[in-house]
């Protein structure tokens, strides 16, 4: 049990599908983040919410939209992508984004994009 | 402009022996240094961090020493055990962002 929950784990979706990404931290912390793995790269920084508000997009594409409707809960909407964004999307939480402290990460949803 | 690197993405010990894992950096306002560990199918856990005032940070069998004049931070597990095999990332945390390396694999052989 992590304390961070991503559903769904795998997702399959066509180019011209809508699918949704969901995160939920059961950790009481405040800050929450998008992070993109692609195979041999460092993880990259997506999006990042400090008590609900978005503190930073990190030039991601459009197709790529998050929502964050509570402290708690995290959302990436995905909308016509391009089969490169196929990748290992991690959410995390931290007690607050300034403090440096550790982010704790959710197991990942393993998308392929066709 | 990566910068963290993890120049070996991949390294084998023998149990029992020391592994150590290797990590270099551009960015000399990183405040702290952190390890990340990561098993196959799960996300990346936090195993061990260290202040940039600092140059060694001990915890059990994981001990991180930095050396700021070279930008190099290193992790060493002692001895090493076959369930210490996983993905190694260390990250740098500077302004509010984490910034990782692309990860070292760890396989300790029985």
């Known amino acids: 049990e992590t304390g961070v929950t991503q559903t769904p784990r795998h997702l399959v979706m066509g180019m011209t599908n809508k699918k949704s990404l969901k995160c939920e931290q059961h950790l009481g912390h405040n800050a929450m983040y998008w992070y993109k793995q692609s195979a041999k790269k460092p993880l990259e920084l997506m999006f990042v919410y400090n008590f609900k508000e978005q503190t930073e997009n990190n030039s991601v594409p459009s197709r790529f939209s998050p929502e964050c409707p509570n402290s708690s809960h995290l959302f990436l909407h995905l909308h016509t992508l391009q089969p490169e964004d196929s990748a290992l999307y991690l959410c995390?939480?931290?007690?607050?984004?300034?403090?440096?402290?550790?982010?704790?990460f959710g197991n990942g949803t393993r998308l392929t994009v066709t | 402009d990566q910068q963290v690197k993890q120049n070996s993405p991949s390294l084998s010990v023998q149990e029992g022996r020391i592994s150590i894992l290797n990590c270099d950096y551009t960015n000399s306002m990183f405040d702290y240094f952190l390890w990340y560990k990561k098993y196959p199918a799960e996300g990346p856990t936090f195993l061990i961090s260290?202040?940039?005032?600092?140059d060694k940070n001990e915890d059990g069998r994981f001990t991180v020493f930095l050396n700021k004049s070279a930008k190099h931070l290193s992790l060493h597990i002692v001895p090493s055990q076959p369930g210490d095999s996983a993905v190694y990332f260390c990250a740098g945390y500077n302004f509010n962002k984490f910034y990782f390396g692309s990860g070292t694999k760890l396989n300790v052989k029985p």
């Open positions: 995390a939480s931290s007690q607050d984004v300034a403090d440096g402290s550790a982010l704790h």
């Open positions: 260290i202040s940039s005032i600092k």
